[in-house]
C-alpha cells in the first residue's frame, strides 16, 4: 500500500475545510496510508480527522517561524523531512499540497516508475510552451531514499535564494516561484542524483484549466485563492463576485470544478451526520 504525506501550518478555518476535503477525497479513491503532519492543529480537528478513517495518522512537527517571503521554502524544508522520514522508508511515497482533490487512484504511476526505474515523478503542463509549466504541488517517490539527495539539495537551495532578493524575485517571475524554479534547474541539470519523470498535468495535478476537467484526470490543484472561494458558500456566482473572481471573464468557465469539490464536501458532511 503506498502512502500519501502532506504537511499543514498555520491553519485557519478555511485551510482546515480544505484539508478535510482534500483527506476524504484521499481515503475514498486511493489505495494509500495518508500521513498529515500538522502543527497547530486544534484537539478537536485532530478528532475530526481521525475519524474519517483509520488510514489516517496524524504526525506533530514543530514549524520555524519564518518571514512572509521565506513561506514557500517552509514548505520544501518539511517535504524534504517526509521524504526522509523512517516512516516511508519502505513504501512509494506521495508529498502533495492539501488544497487538492484526487477522483482516481494514483498507485498506477507506481507501477510505471517500477517499469522504468524511475525514482521521481513530477508534473509538468502538457504544453511545452505554456507558462509556469512545472508546478510542485505534487510529487512521486518511487523509492523515498533514492530521493533524499535531491530533496535536500532542493531545501538548501530554496533557502539560499531567497536570501537574495534579486535572485528571489527574478526566479518567481521566471518559474512562479522559487521552489518551482529550483526544482526545474535541478531536473533540468546533468545531475545523478536519481532518476526522474515528468507526468501530465492534465491528469495528475489539474491547474489553471479549471473549465475542463480530462476523463483521465486524478488530481485537481485548486491553487491561488480557490479556498476562499470554494469555503464561502454554494452559489458558483455569489463566491464569485465576493472575491472579485467575476470579473476575470475566464474564472466564470471554472464552473466544474466549482461543483466537483462541492460534491465532495457534500458527501463528506453527509458522512459525518450519518455517524
Known amino acids: 500500500m503506498i502512502h500519501v504525506a502532506t504537511c499543514v501550518y498555520g491553519i485557519d478555518d478555511k485551510m482546515f475545510e480544505m484539508l478535510k476535503v482534500y483527506a476524504y477525497s484521499v481515503l475514498k479513491n486511493v489505495r494509500c496510508e495518508l500521513f498529515i503532519y500538522t502543527d497547530g492543529i486544534t484537539l478537536q480537528q485532530a478528532s475530526e480527522l481521525s475519524f474519517l478513517s483509520d488510514r489516517l495518522n496524524l504526525v506533530s512537527f514543530k514549524e520555524q517561524r519564518l518571514r512572509k517571503n521565506e513561506k514557500a521554502s517552509q514548505k520544501v524544508r518539511i517535504w524534504k523531512e517526509i521524504s526522509s522520514d523512517p516512516l516511508h522508508e519502505k513504501q512509494p511515497l506521495v508529498i502533495s499540497d492539501f488544497d487538492m482533490l484526487f477522483l482516481k487512484d494514483v498507485s498506477r504511476v507506481f507501477e510505471v516508475m517500477d ?16 507558462k509556469y509549466r512545472l508546478n510542485t504541488g505534487i510529487l512521486f517517490l518511487n523509492n523515498p531514499r533514492n530521493c533524499r539527495q535531491i530533496m535536500r539539495a532542493w531545501a538548501a537551495d530554496v533557502t539560499r535564494s531567497l536570501n ?40 495528475f495535478n489539474l491547474h489553471k484549466d479549471w473549465s475542463n476537467i480530462p476523463e483521465d484526470c486524478c488530481v485537481i490543484h485548486y491553487k491561488s485563492d480557490w479556498s476562499k472561494v470554494l469555503t464561502t458558500g454554494d452559489s458558483f ?23 466537483l469539490w462541492k460534491e465532495y464536501q457534500q458527501e463528506l458532511e453527509n458522512s459525518q451526520t450519518s455517524l
Request: glycine fraction near 2%; hydrophobic fraction near 35%; proline fraction near 3%.
Open 164 to 203: 537574495n532578493a534579486a535572485v528571489a524575485e527574478s526566479m518567481a517571475s521566471s518559474h512562479g516561484s522559487v521552489d518551482q524554479c529550483v526544482l526545474m534547474s535541478w531536473l533540468e541539470s546533468d545531475n545523478a542524483m536519481c532518476k526522474t519523470h515528468s507526468l501530465p498535468a492534465s491528469q
Open 115 to 130: 517499469r522504468d526505474q524511475t525514482d521521481l515523478c513530477y508534473t509538468l503542463k502538457d504544453q511545452w510552451n505554456e
Open 237 to 259: 456566482r455569489r463566491c464569485l463576485e465576493y472575491h472579485g473572481w467575476w470579473k476575470r471573464e475566464e474564472a466564470r468557465t471554472w464552473k466544474p470544478a466549482f461543483d
